[in-house]
């Protein structure tokens, strides 16, 4: 098929679509029913994700040690990363919102250099400098 990608792409790109527009909803939701607790509704979207993407799991595909740390690190990203912005997500104007949100994606290659000692590329470090650059100065400007 001509000019249709088929090395997969297409399909991340719209994956990585689909997440944003549902980051952007969640910070919607938390906004707007701040009465609601938010470690049990991050628990509950926590479920209903791992109930949507089982259908796609390969248990054999890791070992049972790698199925207990990649469990760990479900609990802790989902639960204790999710639930404590979605605490915080009350607290704070949309904007500055999305800009530590958007901290993720440049402080992620940090954490995989600092605990597995994997370098990431020139260009990741100066995109994410970037990104990091633009979301302090914006919190900076902010604070005057």
């Given at each position: 098929?001509?000019?249709?990608?088929?090395?997969?792409?297409?399909?991340?790109?719209?994956?990585?679509?689909?997440?944003?527009?549902?980051?952007?909803?969640?910070?919607?939701?938390?906004?707007r029913y701040g009465n609601i607790p938010a470690l049990?509704?991050?628990?509950?979207?926590?479920?209903?994700?791992?109930?949507?993407?089982?259908?796609?799991?390969?248990?054999?595909?890791?070992?049972?040690?790698?199925?207990g740390i990649l469990a760990l690190f479900g609990l802790?990203?989902?639960?204790?990363?999710?639930?404590?912005?979605?605490?915080?997500?009350?607290?704070?104007?949309?904007?500055?919102?999305?800009?530590?949100?958007?901290?993720?994606?440049?402080?992620?290659?940090?954490?995989?250099?600092?605990?597995?000692?994997?370098?990431?590329?020139?260009?990741?470090?100066?995109?994410?400098?970037?990104?990091?650059?633009?979301?302090?100065?914006?919190v900076r400007l902010g604070t005057r």
């Amino acid at each position: 098929m001509a000019g249709i990608s088929t090395d997969g792409t297409a399909f991340g790109d719209m994956l990585a679509m689909l997440m944003a527009l549902c980051m952007a909803g969640m910070i919607l939701i938390s906004r707007r029913y701040g009465n609601i607790p938010a470690l049990p509704a991050t628990c509950l979207a926590s479920l209903l994700s791992a109930s949507a993407t089982l259908p796609f799991v390969t248990l054999t595909a890791v070992s049972t040690d790698e199925l207990g740390i990649l469990a760990l690190f479900g609990l802790t990203n989902q639960v204790l990363g999710f639930g404590l912005f979605a605490l915080g997500a009350r607290l704070l104007p949309a904007m500055e919102r999305a800009l530590i949100t958007a901290l993720d994606a440049p402080l992620a290659p940090l954490w995989v250099w600092l605990i597995f000692a994997e370098t990431p590329s020139a260009a990741t470090l100066v995109g994410g400098a970037m990104v990091f650059a633009a979301v302090v100065g914006h919190v900076r400007l902010g604070t005057r």
